[in-house]
């Protein structure tokens, strides 16, 4: 998967999952997507104010390190969104598949029709899952789990 798709992934796989303080205890991705949307958001004008600064207080003669600089910060929440691409193409582990088999009877329950997991899942079928059983199942299931 080239660089920039698994970016794009990594985007599509933040928006699709549930942030909920259920799950943020199990999964990294709630701590992961928080930063990144911060990261996203401030980090460069972070990138622009100390690039700028630097220049006038220390002249043009420090514009490859300045730039250098600005570079890298602006590169931490790419980080985010790559790992995020990496994470939402990974195979479910036995138990979490198990766990989200559970999740999926209880919203066939409710009368949702949901599509069957396979052995191959991964994550952002996990995210999906997960986004539509918090709109449909109750705060007592999530309770209990």
């Not at 999952?17 to 972070?46: C, Q």
């Not at 929440?77 to 939402?88: C, N, V």
Request: proline share 8%; aromatic share 10%; charged share 20%.
């Amino acid at each position: 998967m080239q660089l920039i798709e698994r970016l794009h992934e990594g985007h599509r796989y933040m928006k699709a999952w549930p942030l909920h303080p259920v799950l943020a205890g199990r999964f990294p991705e709630e701590r992961v997507i928080r930063a990144t949307r911060f990261g996203l958001r401030w980090l460069p004008v972070v990138a622009m104010l100390g690039l700028a600064f630097q220049i006038s207080a220390m002249g043009s003669e420090i514009l490859p390190v300045a730039l250098a600089q600005a570079m890298l910060i602006i590169s931490i929440p790419l980080q985010g969104l790559y790992w995020l691409g990496w994470r939402s193409v990974q195979p479910l582990p036995l138990p979490v598949l198990n766990w989200c088999k559970e999740v999926r009877a209880r919203l066939v329950e409710a009368g949702c029709e949901v599509a069957p997991l396979m052995p191959q899942s991964q994550y952002r079928h996990m995210a999906c899952l997960l986004e539509r059983a918090f709109r449909r199942l109750d705060d007592a299931f999530w309770c209990d789990h």
